[in-house]
């Protein structure tokens, strides 16, 4: 079945720093990758849309100057949390939808930002 | 924009009881996701309905999608405590690379 690889699971940084989250499909091409964010007890927030080799399409409240989205391939995309403040701390997670494949989703990340 | 509300928000059964979850959309279903989550870790796709009626079942987790498409249930027979965890429903809201709305999820306890 389809597989939706995504690293790291957990990462601590320090505030002002940056931090690129990675999200491969292994066996199939995705041709939308979709980023959500997930905080305590709550459901699943989606943040952009994004389709390979075109500019990602981000949700009303989500800064894409903070937030930054690459989908240079079809088998990657990344997340790039810039200059983290403690607010950014959440759960991020991936879903990668190709042609013939539903919603795969990542195992998610979990960045703190002390 | 489509909604979906799941009820209940919580739930603490007893292992081997039966327990249902619903989820009731805003607008017509063109596809409904079940998914399970462990707190802190990815979504584990459990099934996927999109013909009105539409019943499917794995284990002993059956979810089916009423013949209007705007409401869908996942039960669970003689649950048990790997059962635990938080169920979520996504909706398709059109077909192809749009993204899943989800619930807010229903939190799941099976105590011994």
């Known amino acids: 079945g389809a597989v939706v690889s995504q690293h790291p699971s957990w990462v601590i940084c320090k505030s002002g720093t940056s931090v690129k989250i990675e999200c491969r499909s292994l066996d199939f091409q995705a041709t939308t990758m979709f980023w959500y964010r997930q905080f305590p007890k709550q459901s699943l927030m989606l943040m952009a849309t994004s389709n390979e080799g075109s500019k990602a399409t981000y949700e009303q409240g989500v800064e894409k100057d903070k937030f930054l989205i690459n989908h240079a391939s079809l088998t990657l995309s990344t997340l790039t949390v810039t200059s983290a403040h403690p607010e950014d701390s959440s759960f991020y997670i991936c879903s990668a939808s190709g042609q013939n494949y539903g919603y795969t989703f990542g195992s998610g990340t979990r960045l703190t930002v002390v | 924009s489509q909604e979906l509300e799941q009820s209940p928000q919580s739930l603490i059964v007893q292992e081997g009881k039966n327990l249902t979850i619903n989820c009731t959309s805003s607008?017509?279903?063109?596809?409904l996701y079940w998914y399970k989550q462990k707190y802190g870790e990815g979504l584990i796709f459990l099934m996927m309905?999109?013909?009105?009626?539409e019943e499917k079942s794995h284990e002993k987790i059956t979810a089916k999608l009423d013949e209007k498409k705007q409401q869908s249930s996942l039960h669970i027979t003689a649950s048990q405590p790997s059962h635990a965890g938080i169920y979520l429903c996504?909706?398709?809201?059109?077909?192809?690379?749009?993204?899943?709305?989800f619930g807010k999820g229903t939190r799941l306890s099976v105590i011994a």
């Open positions: 996504g909706a398709d809201p059109n077909s192809g690379n749009t993204p899943l709305v």
């Open positions: 607008k017509t279903l063109y596809g």
């Open positions: 309905l999109q013909k009105g009626g």
